[in-house]
């Protein structure tokens, strides 16, 4: 029969497990570790210390996806993977950001001098989710990156890598850049016309 400890470590696994080994003191808390007892396995070992209220199993497997669920979690999971970084994840063009893109809800107080943030209001149809963290679906990606400071040369790519790839449509583009903003619309324009042009 197990123990309570036995249980406590069971019930934080399960949280850990949908989070890449990740957990937060709050989700901690919530499972029954008190503050006391999260020092204790932290400074044990048994616990490895991320960041300030973050922590991770130590036996955990490294991803490269790793990076997003951690900055989920510093987000309270309000964040989600975008622009530069989706692009990457996407596999679109061949941009290597130094810092995690997010986009975030107004309101969102917290910085990081790893991640770049980005204000919006994202619908449910403009994300896809992944185990423990969320990004931009590639055609939101497209519109950020073309919205955003990425030279042409990188949106170009982008849009000719996903149209290759059959992750969205000239059309389904098309329609975006309708509804984006000018900057956005005039870019992915001329995206659609290199590639065009290309074939």
Avoid: I
């Avoid at 490294?62 to 692009?87: C, K, M």
């Avoid at 400071?149 to 389904?172: C, F, K, M």
């Avoid at 900057?183 to 324009?189: G, S, Y």
């Amino acid at each position: 029969m197990p123990t309570p400890r036995q249980d406590l470590r069971r019930a934080l696994h399960a949280v850990a497990f949908q989070q890449a080994g990740y957990f937060t003191a709050a989700q901690a808390l919530e499972v029954g570790y008190s503050y006391q007892a999260q020092k204790y396995h932290a400074d044990a070992g048994n616990w490895l210390r991320v960041d300030r209220a973050l922590f991770r199993l130590p036996e955990w497997p490294a991803d490269a996806d790793d990076v997003y669920v951690r900055w989920t979690l510093w987000s309270e999971g309000r964040g989600v993977v975008s622009h530069e970084s989706a692009l990457s994840v996407h596999g679109l063009s061949d941009v290597d950001p130094v810092k995690v893109h997010l986009t975030v809800p107004p309101g969102f107080g917290a910085v990081d001098d790893l991640v770049a943030l980005h204000v919006d209001v994202l619908t449910t149809d403009e994300r896809e989710g992944r185990r423990g963290w969320a990004l931009t679906t590639p055609l939101r990606t497209l519109v950020d990156a073309a919205a955003s400071e990425l030279s042409q040369e990188h949106v170009d790519r982008a849009v000719a890598d996903a149209l290759r790839l059959g992750l969205t449509t000239r059309r389904r583009l098309l329609r975006a850049s309708a509804d984006a903003p000018d900057r956005a619309a005039l870019r992915l324009e001329r995206a659609l016309a290199r590639v065009a042009a290309d074939e």
